[in-house]
């Protein structure tokens, strides 16, 4: 349905505003992402973290103060929206309310003049494609949410953009459609193979739909990568609680050999894949461990592993959620394998192992910004 | 929405740049309010503190201080502040009542439509049903009651006529707000314990004490301008200022009197405004969050409390309906009171005699109609959403004469357009200028209120989808305001058909108005012929502005942001 694909370059965008109390800020700082032609990118992040206006910026709504966007190797840096041949879905689908639904979706056609016959054949297709053939006389007041945001795709889709862009389109649907939809919208990106940048702030809908996640954070891409690459190889403490779950412990470094490090931490020693370069002994760091990367046994083997006591227990179905007391700190575990005389009651002693290689140090400093994550 | 919005400046048009169309619309507009806005007042103030090209304040103060001028002054305080106060109260009963009474909806329209007739009639229609009623020869103080001898003119007839006429500005300002209040707030205060009168007590009448003091200034911002209501029923016992003002000038062709006691009425006109603007508007909490309350909304009335509210509103809506029958009946017998054979001799007068005032008050309509309405979009798309160097100014120059009593700025009129270099007294352009713009605000007022409504991703979408800013105003902004644009329309329209307080002063053996027709009608006794001219107006904007309300459903798709009242504002 779409021409050739083609590749996004960002290339060190900054937009600055004046703010109130806090004077000059930067809601985007050098930021810097390259979207494969065809590829599903995700800006993923808190709010405020410069994740909109960066898709602004790649959308024409808002011009950078510094920096270069690219489409395809051509430069539409100073390209109003309307001559950059976007297809852009808003978070509220900003459908016209005094239009059909075809005449919504008519609309970009018809501002490029494409024949009626064509429009009608054309307008047909996508309706079809997202579900909503036979909605043509129908006005975006009297959809459900989950139809208008089809129509706001289709209306974004129907005139072959080079670029698709999301502004965190699901936030207004229920869970359950919200899940639907994030399929939907994966399987026909992938289908049109349309280059696509995607806002969220919601993690687990960035992991579902994209190819790469970018994790902003204060206006700056803090790490990008593949949703594995951020879940197991988080590069700061802001990445490893943004995405997904995660236990911090408070560690102080013995050795460093390589990438694998030997931590000092509750109290004995664990054994860690370095986050970063340049740890040293006596370094103050932090233990990132996934709750579902603690292995937990009702206590009484006496092989030296570490102790610790049941303080919470909550079942979920699938799933047991544990918070642990071990040596001062508080841990969260989450065990899948719950057999019905597998749970361990509150107030129980257990003891915990770190599974192999699931353990990350990332020095302490690295602490900036995860406190409002 | 990421927070980066948080630290955005307000909202700014797309696509800023200097754009030679707006700057020469933002020219033309100044042009126009300077001359039919600031021009005007400045003459009036120039009268009155010169006397033959000398700066003198001798004519003020002889004003002033003359001991009747005074009482007037004080009298205009007292009526405006016991008409807000009877009025807000009535407004609140009724608002509340439909708000919260559970009404069914043929009973809702019925109290509707009871409620916008003293809206949409010409001015003395009330003054002349209760002198029909309570006069000396009146159905209910004479033939009822065989009083006699009785004085129908004064603070209480005067008071009761405003309190009905203006009541219905306090209804449409507070029931939107007691709409808005969540129902399960007053739930949640009952659930804590607390008795159905409690809540009322201390949530829903704290809620809405904005509303009600905003509705309070409204009303006596009404009564304060009013001209038409005590110049009948005030008599000599009770002069208010813009009579005085009006009598000055037509009495004693004393243009700097009346243009010194107009200036006296400036003064609380202006701080009721600001006040009303700046700083009651201002102190809302409700806002419309398009979230609505739950399947079962709290039933804040008791039976009793329901019965009694009903009766109360029942009661007020059958002394409108009775004093409009009334009017209807005199227009079709000889002489009400005296002889009661039916006749259509009032109506043949109205339309042989006063024909050529029908004439030109539609043909006045007419003009002022659309110049109105498109004064009112312009001005208003061009406040709210360019960005030109006093844009807050001119909104607020824009409102001076709305928030003016009419009295002022008729005097204001003819005195800067009744010598050259600007003549225009004896035309109709006077008139016409005078109801686009003081009646146009109320078109300003809607358009910018939709247009805040109007989310800016809209225009953004129209442009990501390749849109430029002319495709985008044309197929996106444009429709979207036509119900602004409409409800301009037809606010000036029922105005050009009911006003008077500033026409008076300009009206000429040229071109008349069927309201001034009225007044002297009434002056010369003649009430038949009276009646019949209001009730022919009455009628008349009955049908147009249900015409407007056609044309409005035609032009709104469904979803779009519905206009709430043709009278709003």
Same mark, same amino acid.
């Given at each position: 349905?779409?021409?050739?694909?083609?590749?996004?370059?960002?290339?060190?965008?900054?937009?600055?505003?004046?703010?109130? +109390?806090?004077?000059?800020?930067?809601?985007?700082?050098? #930021?810097?992402?390259?979207?494969?032609?065809?590829?599903?990118?995700?800006?993923?992040?808190?709010?405020?973290?410069?994740?909109?206006?960066?898709? /602004?910026?790649?959308?024409?709504?808002?011009?950078?103060?510094?920096?270069?966007? /690219?489409? @395809?190797?051509?430069?539409?840096?100073?390209?109003?929206?309307?001559?950059?041949? %976007?297809?852009?879905?808003?978070?509220?689908?900003?459908?016209?309310?005094?239009?059909?639904?075809?005449?919504?979706?008519?609309?970009?056609?018809?501002?490029?003049?494409?024949?009626?016959?064509?429009?009608?054949?054309?307008?047909?297709?996508?309706?079809?494609?997202?579900?909503?053939?036979?909605?043509?006389?129908?006005? &975006?007041?009297?959809?459900?949410?989950?139809?208008?945001?089809?129509?706001?795709?289709?209306?974004?889709?129907?005139?072959?953009?080079?670029?698709?862009?999301?502004?965190?389109?699901?936030?207004?649907?229920?869970?359950?459609?919200?899940?639907?939809?994030?399929?939907?919208?994966?399987?026909?990106?992938?289908?049109?193979?349309?280059?696509?940048?995607?806002?969220?702030?919601?993690?687990?809908?960035?992991?579902?739909?994209?190819?790469?996640?970018?994790?902003?954070?204060?206006?700056?891409?803090?790490?990008?990568?593949?949703?594995?690459?951020?879940?197991?190889?988080?590069?700061?403490?802001?990445?490893?609680?943004?995405? !997904?779950?995660?236990?911090?412990?408070?560690?102080?470094?013995?050795?460093?050999?390589?990438?694998?490090?030997? +931590?000092?931490?509750?109290?004995?020693?664990?054994?860690?894949?370095?986050?970063?370069?340049?740890?040293?002994?006596?370094?103050?760091?932090?233990?990132?461990?996934?709750?579902?990367?603690?292995?937990?046994?009702?206590?009484?083997?006496?092989?030296?592993?570490?102790?610790?006591?049941?303080?919470?227990?909550?079942?979920?179905?699938?799933?047991?959620?544990?918070?642990?007391?071990?040596?001062?700190?508080?841990?969260?575990?989450?065990?899948?394998?719950?057999?019905?005389?597998?749970?361990?009651?509150?107030?129980?002693?257990?003891?915990?192992?770190?599974?192999?290689?699931?353990?990350?140090?990332?020095?302490? +400093?690295?602490?900036?910004?995860?406190?409002?994550? | 929405?990421?927070?980066?919005?948080? #630290?955005?400046?307000?909202?700014?048009?797309?696509?800023?740049?200097?754009?030679?169309?707006?700057?020469?619309?933002?020219?033309?507009?100044?042009?126009?309010?300077?001359?039919?806005?600031?021009?005007?007042?400045?003459?009036?103030?120039?009268?009155?503190?010169?006397?033959?090209?000398?700066?003198?304040?001798? @004519?003020? +103060?002889?004003?002033?201080?003359?001991?009747?001028?005074? /009482?007037?002054?004080?009298?205009?305080?007292?009526?405006?502040?016991?008409?807000?106060?009877?009025?807000?109260?009535?407004?609140?009963?009724?608002?509340?009542?439909?708000?919260?009474?559970?009404?069914?909806?043929?009973?809702?329209?019925?109290?509707?439509?009871?409620?916008?007739?003293? =809206?949409?009639?010409?001015?003395?229609?009330?003054?002349?049903?209760?002198?029909?009623?309570?006069?000396? /020869?009146?159905?209910?103080?004479?033939?009822?009651?065989?009083?006699?001898?009785?004085?129908?003119? !004064?603070?209480?007839?005067?008071?009761?006529?405003?309190?009905?006429?203006?009541?219905?500005?306090?209804?449409?300002?507070?029931?939107?707000?007691?709409?808005?209040?969540?129902?399960?707030?007053?739930?949640?205060?009952? &659930?804590?314990?607390?008795?159905?009168?409690?809540?009322?007590?201390?949530?829903?009448?704290?809620?809405?004490?904005?509303?009600?003091?905003?509705?309070?200034?409204?009303?006596?911002?009404?009564?304060?301008?009013?001209?038409?209501?005590?110049?009948?029923?005030?008599?000599?016992?009770?002069?208010?200022?813009?009579?005085?003002?009006?009598?000055?000038?037509?009495?004693?062709?004393?243009?700097? !009197?009346?243009?010194?006691?107009?200036?006296?009425?400036?003064?609380?006109?202006?701080?009721?405004? =600001?006040?009303?603007?700046?700083?009651?508007?201002?102190?809302?909490?409700?806002?419309?969050?398009?979230?609505?309350?739950?399947?079962?909304?709290?039933?804040?009335?008791?039976?009793?409390?329901? @019965?009694?509210?009903?009766?109360?509103?029942?009661?007020?809506?059958?002394?409108?309906?009775?004093?409009?029958?009334?009017?209807?009946?005199?227009?079709?017998?000889?002489?009400?009171?005296?002889?009661?054979?039916?006749?259509?001799?009032?109506?043949?007068? %109205?339309?042989?005699?006063?024909?050529?005032?029908?004439?030109?008050?539609?043909?006045?309509?007419?003009?002022?109609?659309?110049?109105?309405?498109?004064?009112?979009?312009?001005?208003?798309?061009?406040?709210?959403?360019?960005?030109?160097?006093?844009?807050?100014?001119?909104?607020?120059?824009?409102?001076?004469?709305?928030?003016?009593?009419?009295?002022?700025?008729?005097?204001?009129?003819?005195?800067?357009?009744?010598?050259?270099?600007?003549?225009?007294?004896?035309?109709?352009?006077?008139?016409?200028?005078?109801?686009?713009?003081?009646?146009?605000?109320? @078109?300003?007022?809607?358009?910018?209120?939709?247009?805040?409504?109007?989310?800016?991703?809209?225009?953004?979408?129209?442009?990501?989808?390749?849109?430029?800013?002319?495709?985008?105003?044309?197929?996106?902004?444009?429709?979207?305001?036509?119900?602004?644009?409409?409800?301009?329309?037809?606010?000036?329209?029922?105005?050009?058909?009911?006003?008077?307080?500033?026409?008076?002063?300009?009206? *000429?053996?040229?071109?008349?108005?069927?309201?001034?027709?009225?007044?002297?009608?009434?002056?010369?006794?003649?009430?038949?012929?009276?009646?019949?001219? *209001?009730?022919?107006?009455?009628?008349?904007?009955?049908?147009?502005?249900?015409?407007?309300?056609?044309?409005?459903?035609?032009?709104?798709?469904?979803?779009?942001?519905?206009?709430?009242?043709?009278?709003?504002?």
């Amino acid at each position: 349905m779409t021409a050739e694909s083609i590749g996004v370059e960002v290339d060190r965008i900054s937009k600055r505003y004046a703010h109130r +109390v806090k004077g000059e800020v930067y809601a985007a700082r050098a #930021v810097v992402l390259n979207v494969r032609p065809g590829a599903f990118l995700t800006l993923l992040g808190p709010s405020g973290c410069g994740k909109t206006t960066t898709l /602004r910026m790649i959308a024409g709504y808002e011009m950078p103060d510094a920096g270069r966007i /690219r489409f @395809g190797g051509q430069d539409v840096t100073t390209e109003p929206a309307n001559r950059r041949n %976007i297809g852009f879905v808003f978070q509220n689908y900003a459908l016209f309310p005094h239009l059909s639904i075809f005449d919504n979706v008519a609309y970009g056609l018809n501002v490029r003049k494409v024949p009626a016959a064509e429009v009608r054949q054309r307008v047909g297709e996508v309706l079809s494609l997202v579900g909503l053939a036979g909605y043509e006389g129908q006005f &975006s007041g009297q959809l459900s949410g989950g139809e208008q945001q089809r129509v706001a795709l289709a209306r974004a889709i129907v005139i072959r953009p080079r670029v698709l862009l999301f502004d965190e389109p699901l936030s207004n649907l229920d869970a359950k459609l919200r899940v639907q939809m994030r399929h939907e919208i994966r399987d026909l990106q992938r289908r049109l193979a349309i280059t696509t940048v995607y806002v969220t702030h919601d993690q687990e809908e960035a992991m579902a739909v994209s190819d790469r996640i970018a994790v902003m954070n204060e206006g700056s891409v803090v790490q990008e990568g593949s949703a594995e690459d951020l879940y197991h190889r988080p590069a700061s403490q802001f990445v490893a609680q943004f995405v !997904g779950r995660v236990n911090l412990v408070a560690a102080r470094v013995l050795t460093v050999a390589g990438d694998a490090v030997s +931590v000092a931490a509750l109290g004995t020693t664990i054994g860690a894949r370095a986050g970063r370069a340049g740890l040293a002994p006596g370094d103050a760091v932090r233990l990132v461990v996934r709750p579902e990367s603690i292995v937990i046994a009702p206590a009484g083997g006496a092989d030296g592993s570490l102790q610790a006591t049941v303080t919470a227990r909550t079942f979920l179905g699938e799933k047991i959620e544990y918070l642990l007391r071990c040596a001062g700190e508080t841990l969260q575990v989450v065990r899948y394998d719950a057999g019905p005389g597998a749970a361990m009651p509150e107030g129980s002693n257990v003891t915990v192992r770190f599974a192999a290689d699931a353990v990350t140090v990332l020095p302490e +400093v690295a602490a900036k910004g995860t406190s409002d994550a | 929405m990421t927070g980066a919005t948080a #630290v955005m400046p307000a909202a700014g048009p797309t696509g800023v740049r200097r754009d030679p169309v707006v700057a020469a619309a933002v020219l033309a507009l100044w042009l126009l309010l300077g001359l039919f806005v600031v021009y005007p007042l400045a003459m009036l103030f120039v009268r009155m503190l010169t006397d033959h090209g000398t700066f003198t304040t001798a @004519g003020v +103060v002889a004003i002033l201080t003359d001991r009747h001028q005074v /009482r007037a002054f004080w009298n205009s305080l007292l009526l405006a502040t016991l008409v807000g106060i009877a009025g807000t109260v009535v407004g609140f009963l009724f608002a509340f009542t439909a708000a919260r009474g559970r009404l069914p909806r043929w009973l809702l329209s019925i109290v509707d439509a009871s409620v916008l007739l003293p =809206l949409v009639s010409p001015p003395f229609t009330t003054a002349i049903a209760m002198i029909f009623s309570f006069g000396p /020869r009146g159905l209910i103080t004479y033939d009822l009651l065989g009083l006699k001898g009785v004085t129908v003119y !004064g603070l209480t007839s005067t008071l009761c006529s405003e309190a009905l006429t203006y009541f219905p500005i306090a209804y449409l300002t507070l029931r939107p707000i007691l709409a808005a209040i969540d129902s399960n707030i007053e739930g949640m205060a009952f &659930s804590l314990g607390a008795s159905r009168w409690r809540v009322f007590r201390t949530v829903t009448l704290p809620l809405a004490v904005p509303g009600l003091a905003n509705a309070f200034l409204l009303l006596f911002a009404a009564s304060l301008a009013d001209f038409a209501t005590p110049l009948i029923l005030g008599g000599n016992q009770f002069p208010v200022l813009p009579t005085q003002a009006y009598l000055q000038i037509t009495g004693l062709f004393d243009l700097r !009197g009346g243009a010194a006691l107009s200036f006296v009425l400036l003064l609380p006109a202006l701080i009721v405004f =600001l006040l009303q603007r700046y700083w009651v508007s201002r102190r809302f909490y409700v806002t419309i969050t398009g979230k609505g309350a739950g399947q079962t909304p709290f039933n804040s009335l008791s039976p009793a409390a329901r @019965g009694a509210l009903l009766c109360a509103c029942a009661t007020v809506a059958v002394v409108i309906v009775y004093f409009y029958a009334l009017l209807l009946y005199a227009s079709l017998v000889m002489a009400l009171g005296a002889n009661h054979t039916f006749t259509l001799q009032h109506y043949r007068a %109205i339309f042989t005699d006063g024909m050529k005032a029908i004439r030109d008050t539609l043909i006045i309509a007419a003009f002022a109609m659309p110049l109105g309405g498109l004064y009112g979009v312009l001005l208003g798309y061009l406040v709210a959403k360019r960005n030109f160097i006093g844009r807050r100014t001119m909104e607020l120059v824009s409102m001076v004469n709305y928030a003016l009593p009419g009295t002022i700025v008729g005097i204001a009129y003819l005195i800067a357009f009744n010598d050259p270099p600007i003549e225009l007294t004896g035309t109709a352009l006077i008139i016409v200028a005078c109801y686009v713009f003081r009646y146009g605000p109320t @078109g300003i007022r809607a358009t910018i209120a939709l247009l805040q409504q109007i989310d800016k991703s809209l225009e953004e979408a129209s442009q990501g989808l390749g849109a430029g800013t002319a495709t985008t105003f044309r197929r996106i902004t444009l429709p979207l305001i036509l119900p602004a644009f409409f409800a301009g329309l037809g606010v000036v329209f029922i105005r050009s058909m009911t006003a008077i307080s500033a026409t008076i002063f300009l009206v *000429s053996i040229g071109w008349t108005l069927i309201t001034v027709k009225i007044l002297e009608n009434i002056t010369e006794l003649s009430l038949g012929p009276a009646a019949a001219f *209001s009730v022919l107006v009455v009628v008349i904007v009955f049908v147009v502005v249900a015409i407007i309300g056609r044309l409005l459903r035609l032009f709104r798709a469904p979803g779009a942001v519905p206009m709430t009242s043709l009278l709003g504002g």
